[in-house]
């Protein structure tokens, strides 16, 4: 049993609920502590758990046919090193989609450090995921790609196929490198590719939505706070009130097409 699974063994139900008949089986410190070790756990996952539900949260709002898909192509754009750290995790919508059998990650960004021991290069080559014993059995597989440069050059490769959804998590794109991210957003608009955003705060989602409604950008859901966002509070020194906190994937919205011509 991997060492995540050992942590949350007996605590957890296949539904995801607590098992309480184990919860009141406590009884004595030595357990308590074991269970408050296993609570931080779960709670520090929630971090990176964000990003998988929060993409499965988007594609049931912004794909029809979801619950019989067997293929799904995700593109994550601007992804660096909080995207591919996680890659294990993105295995998850294998486990929630009981219909899809392959997932297609491909994680774009010049922030993409390539070393020699990474097993895509860099330049787009697909290389397959080792997944779980039960996603072996059912025949499930992930593959994902790594390409180390802008979304917009990207899709003029042969690499680039339109995804299922494109995803900016913390893009940041009206704060930094904004020159760069211009076309980008653009070329999600116009091509009409199904996207999800999120931000650190509220601010950044607020900046990012005037751009997209100068693009003429049709919303799916306007900046909102993500009800999948991390649980793990982030103090926020810069510019929150005092004791003000903000989260990994705080908030987020969708978009696809153009309401009109622009
Ligand atoms: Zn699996």
């Known amino acids: 049993m991997a060492g995540?699974?050992?942590?949350?063994?007996?605590?957890?139900?296949?539904?995801?609920?607590?098992?309480?008949?184990?919860?009141?089986?406590?009884?004595?410190?030595?357990?308590?502590?074991k269970a408050k070790?296993?609570?931080?756990?779960?709670?520090?996952?929630?971090?990176?758990?964000?990003?998988?539900?929060?993409?499965?949260?988007?594609?049931?709002?912004?794909?029809?046919?979801?619950?019989?898909?067997?293929?799904l192509s995700i593109s994550l754009i601007g992804a660096g090193g909080m995207e591919t750290a996680g890659l294990w995790v993105f295995e998850e919508l294998?486990?929630?989609?009981?219909?899809?059998?392959?997932?297609?990650?491909?994680?774009?960004?010049?922030?993409?450090?390539?070393?020699?021991?990474?097993?895509?290069d860099g330049k787009g080559d697909v290389t397959e995921c080792e997944n779980c014993a039960e996603c072996v059995f059912s025949n499930k597989r992930r593959f994902w790609s790594l390409y180390g440069g802008l979304y917009?050059?990207?899709?003029?490769?042969?690499?680039?196929?339109?995804p299922d959804l494109a995803v900016?998590?913390?893009?940041?794109?009206?704060?930094s490198a904004v020159k760069d991210w211009a076309p980008t957003t653009r070329f999600l608009v116009d091509s009409g590719t199904l996207t999800l955003c999120t931000t650190w705060t509220k601010r950044e989602a607020r900046e990012e939505e005037i751009e997209l409604d100068q693009l003429g950008a049709r919303f799916i859901t306007r900046p909102e706070k993500n009800r999948w966002r991390s649980l793990?509070?982030?103090?926020?020194?810069?510019e929150g009130a005092d004791n003000e906190a903000y989260y990994v994937n705080y908030y987020q919205y969708m978009f696809q097409g153009k309401l009109r011509t622009v």
């Not at 699974?5 to 308590?32: H, K, Y």
């Not at 900016?168 to 704060?175: I, K, N, T, Y």
């Open 168 to 175: 900016l998590f913390h893009s940041g794109r009206a704060e």
């Open 37 to 71: 070790a296993r609570y931080y756990f779960l709670f520090m996952g929630t971090a990176r758990l964000s990003m998988p539900i929060s993409i499965l949260a988007a594609l049931e709002k912004g794909t029809h046919d979801l619950s019989t898909r067997q293929s």
């Open 152 to 162: 917009h050059d990207y899709v003029n490769t042969s690499y680039y196929q339109k």
């Open 94 to 120: 294998l486990h929630l989609l009981p219909a899809l059998q392959t997932l297609n990650l491909m994680f774009i960004g010049p922030a993409n450090k390539i070393s020699p021991s990474d097993s895509s």
């Open 4 to 33: 995540r699974e050992m942590a949350v063994a007996g605590l957890v139900n296949p539904d995801f609920g607590l098992n309480q008949t184990f919860l009141q089986s406590l009884d004595n410190e030595e357990q308590r502590v």
């Open 232 to 238: 793990v509070p982030l103090p926020d020194f810069l």
